[in-house]
């Protein structure tokens, strides 16, 4: 079973990714700091598929965090959603993405 790793995992499109890959059969490790989402989304991901994902709250700029969950999960695949979409964001949106993206490769 692939293990994807889906970082803004509670935002609008990450949840809908993981649930139709949940619905795929495929196993999700999520992500998200809650900045522009609710925990709450989880519970809504479980009522439909009646699946639930390995979630972790934090940042994807927190290296140790990033190594902890490459460490606990054996992931093939990361799909990258978390970002600021708004335009007032987009400068720290890209800077925080450029990192972020660092840590992940
Ligand atoms: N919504 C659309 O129609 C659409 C269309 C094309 C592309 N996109 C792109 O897809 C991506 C996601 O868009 P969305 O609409 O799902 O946005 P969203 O704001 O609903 O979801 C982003 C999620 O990422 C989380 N997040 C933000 N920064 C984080 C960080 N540093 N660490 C951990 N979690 C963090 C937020 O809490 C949120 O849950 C964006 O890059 C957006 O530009 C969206």
Redesign the pocket.
């Given at each position: 079973m692939k293990n994807i790793f889906i970082?803004?995992c509670?935002?609008?499109?990450?949840s809908h990714t993981c649930i139709e890959l949940l619905e795929s059969s495929y196993e999700i490790v999520g992500?998200?700091?809650?900045?522009?989402?609710k925990r709450e989304v989880l519970d809504k991901i479980k009522q439909i598929t009646n699946k639930e994902i390995t979630f972790y709250e934090?940042?994807?700029?927190d290296k140790v965090l990033l190594e902890k969950i490459f460490t606990e999960n054996e992931v093939s695949l990361v799909i990258d959603?978390?970002?600021?979409?708004a335009v007032g964001d987009i400068d720290e949106c890209y800077a925080?993405s450029s990192l972020?993206e660092k840590e992940l490769n």
């Open positions: 970082t803004g509670c935002g609008y499109i990450g992500l998200d700091n809650s900045s522009n989402s934090g940042n994807m700029l959603f978390a970002a600021y979409k925080d972020a």
